[in-house]
């Protein structure tokens, strides 16, 4: 951390870094609707590819935002659900999108 920028500055820009990231914000968007199995999550992330997909979800398992449970079936599934955190992707999303109809509401006068 730079001597001068405060601890929010730093949580700030690991958010950011996070949401920059090419599909994470997809994702966590997707996932908002409840747990879905890795073959789901492609199908619904459009473009996305497998590798690419594997390792943002490995990403976002390490971020806490996401859990990754392998389900005793036959063959054996594998779902990921958000945590806490990662729901609170969606009050990221409300606020952006408020502070965006502010910005379009300025742009029409």
Not at 66 to 72: D, E, F, K, Q
């Amino acid at each position: 951390m730079h001597p001068s920028e405060s601890a929010e500055c730093t949580r700030f820009r690991l958010a950011i870094d996070l949401l920059a990231k090419p599909w994470s914000g997809q994702i966590l968007w997707i996932l908002q609707g409840g747990p879905l199995r890795f073959n789901e999550l492609a199908t619904q992330v459009e473009g996305i590819g497998e590798k690419v997909l594997s390792a943002r979800l490995k990403e976002l398992e390490c971020q806490g935002l996401l859990v990754r449970r392998v389900l005793p079936t036959t063959p054996v599934r594998v779902e990921y659900e958000l945590t806490e955190a990662g729901r609170g992707f969606r009050t990221v999303v409300e606020a952006v999108t408020r502070w965006g109809e502010q910005i379009h509401a300025c742009r029409q006068d």
